[in-house]
């Protein structure tokens, strides 16, 4: 193997071991590095910058259903906490705590914050005083800390990045349309944006978020068919608005309390998109999400590089007019081959190659990180062929995540099949539920997998619990998780 495919080598392949592949991917890639914290990550420049375009997107769309962006305090009380039991019985495990200040012990623990449901609903109750005041649609972006056992990055850490919405409404009516809004804004996004395909449904009753009177979700599937749970959206009743005194006078002169919601994604994301798309030369990255959707590599001789490098320079403008996010190497202490595996490694969606023959013609050569293919085309083609070529890519890795996720996605009677299959292959499996926790904690025990959701959309209900064979109350998928 040549020294150009040296940086391809030192990536583990997939199948040997997806973990290690996943590891050497981030790290090769230059997306993160590990902090002295213990289970806590450095987003490097070249991970932070797809965080960016994440949340630019999202951004977009939640401002667009209304909603205005806050921020709210990082320590929270621990009273706060003891208001609402589910919810302080659901966190507690994974809280840090701050017992001293400036040399002195503090009066009142404080939490580092793992989620702001208490820290907003305390607000809310000041701010909220009249029907006239609702709905309340507030967005934050902030970091959390969750003090987790087994840490990934960017899939598990102690401490990451995500948003939270908190909503407050009139009527139970308007809280749940606003918790379904918000998890089709998040499956649009991942499907349309990230390429990734997902389940959407209900949480069990076990698997719903502390506090809330129903969870939803949407759920991928990786490359080595574990589920990664890709967005949540929790209809709160008034649950919180009980325990924190969110009241409101209604049109009837009349004490009311608001009903709220709360949903959010997190840098959960970046792991799942490198998982679900990313192959044995290293990352494959959606060009919505691509911080550099294109890399221009002049070729050629010391002789000719002035003359391809101005041409070169020409078209990144052109590029760039036309709203291409794109970059150019004009390095010479590395061969093209070289830069061509590096960018290939990096998941740059297209290369242009340009060279003194393709000037001669009058050309350029686009490459598709996806495909591989080469495809020449006229320099004055050039801006319309790259957003052809990227739409298509942005298709193409869709289309591939969904087939592999369909020829992982199985149906089963009993608890013996589904072992079968989480044995050979993973993946997502259907199954009728008796709605019984004994049962689904049973699925858990003998298979290592979980309930996902109960999907809002079911091709094939099922007849019986594949526990204890009575009568199945839901049609649940399940699988093994991050």
Excluded at 310 to 319: D, I, Q, Y
């Amino acid at each position: 193997m040549s020294k150009d495919k040296k940086m391809v080598r030192e990536i583990t392949p997939q199948q040997e071991d997806f973990s290690r592949w996943y590891i050497d991917v981030i790290k090769k890639a230059d997306l993160m590095d590990y902090s002295p914290v213990r289970g806590c990550i450095v987003f490097k420049p070249e991970g932070f910058e797809i965080w960016e375009m994440m949340q630019k997107e999202l951004d977009s769309k939640f401002k667009e259903t209304g909603h205005r962006n806050a921020y709210f305090p990082l320590f929270i009380p621990e009273s706060f906490f003891q208001k609402e039991k589910e919810h302080v019985e659901g966190f507690n495990p994974e809280l840090p705590w701050v017992t001293e200040a400036a040399g002195e012990q503090l009066e009142e623990r404080l939490a580092i914050r793992p989620t702001s449901e208490t820290m907003i609903g305390h607000m809310y109750s000041k701010w909220i005083q009249s029907y006239r005041d609702l709905p309340v649609l507030i967005n934050q972006w902030a970091n959390v800390v969750r003090w987790e056992k087994r840490t990934l990055p960017f899939l598990r850490t102690s401490e990451f990045l995500w948003q939270e919405g908190h909503t407050a409404h009139e009527t139970e009516e308007e809280a749940r349309a606003e918790t379904m809004q918000m998890l089709d804004i998040y499956r649009e996004f991942v499907e349309d944006f990230l390429s990734i395909p997902v389940i959407v449904g209900q949480k069990t009753p076990s698997e719903k978020f502390a506090g809330a009177i129903d969870t939803f979700s949407i759920e991928a599937m990786m490359k080595d068919g574990k589920a990664v749970q890709a967005g949540t959206s929790h209809y709160l009743g008034t649950n919180f608005s009980k325990a924190f005194d969110i009241q409101y006078l209604d049109r009837d002169n009349k004490q009311q309390y608001a009903y709220t919601t709360s949903w959010g994604v997190s840098t959960r994301l970046i792991g799942a998109m490198i998982m679900v798309h990313g192959d044995d030369k290293g990352l494959v990255v959606p060009p919505k999400v691509a911080p550099t959707q294109v890399i221009i590599i002049p070729i050629g001789p010391a002789s000719k590089r002035e003359e391809v490098t101005n041409k070169s320079m020409e078209l990144m403008n052109g590029l760039k007019q036309s709203g291409v996010r794109v970059r150019m190497d004009t390095r010479t202490d590395q061969s093209p081959g070289w830069k061509f595996n590096e960018y290939e490694m990096r998941g740059v969606p297209i290369r242009i190659e340009l060279g003194p023959r393709d000037m001669e013609k009058g050309q350029v050569v686009l490459v598709s990180r996806i495909s591989g293919e080469k495809k020449f085309v006229p320099q004055d083609q050039l801006n319309e062929e790259v957003s052809k070529m990227l739409d298509e890519i942005q298709k193409q890795m869709y289309d591939n995540a969904k087939s592999f996720m369909n020829s992982h996605f199985n149906s089963v009677e009993t608890i013996d099949e589904m072992k079968a299959i989480m044995e050979k292959q993973r993946g997502f499996v259907l199954a009728g539920w008796c709605g019984s926790e004994v049962c689904e904690h049973q699925v858990k025990e003998e298979t290592g997998a979980t309930s996902r959701n109960i999907p809002t959309v079911v091709t094939e209900h099922k007849g019986k619990c594949l526990v204890c064979e009575e009568p199945a109350k839901h049609t649940v998928v399940f699988g093994k998780s991050y």
